[in-house]
């Protein structure tokens, strides 16, 4: 098991910048393929971004290519979400998951376990 707690959220003006954390607990978090989600009012929980065990391989929804990267660190259990040129459309709130293998790395439905989520406000 993998227990997930992300931290970073923040009310920032659009064009601004934030980095998310996402503190996994356990010795196995190498292990795990991670996601960041997130999940704006009345809408469905969408993709953000993947990442694979050991980091080499990366994928990011077409709408935040280019401004936000997936990192991780598992020499400190952590991962990131770097997120630059915030706009309104950003705001959610933003989950990071684990799943050991996952058949289909941008389906929520295939992630084990789940942070309580970080909220992200843009302003415009």
């Known amino acids: 098991q993998v227990q997930l707690v992300e931290s970073g959220g923040g009310l920032v ?10 503190a996994a607990s356990g010795r196995t978090f190498s292990r795990y393929y991670m996601g960041w989600f997130r ?12 990442i694979s065990w050991g980091g080499t391989n990366t994928w990011h929804a077409d ?3 280019g401004r936000f990267t997936i990192s991780r660190d598992n020499a400190k259990n952590t991962l990131y979400l770097e997120m630059n040129s915030l706009k309104p459309e950003d705001t959610a709130v933003y989950y990071c998951a684990a799943v050991q293998a996952p058949r289909d790395y941008s389906d929520s439905r295939y992630y084990n376990y789940w942070g309580q989520g970080t909220q992200v406000t843009v302003s415009s």
């Open 13 to 22: 003006q659009a064009g601004a910048s934030l980095r998310l954390s996402c």
């Open 39 to 50: 999940q704006a009012p009345g809408k469905e929980r969408e993709f953000v971004a993947a």
């Open 63 to 65: 709408s935040v290519k």
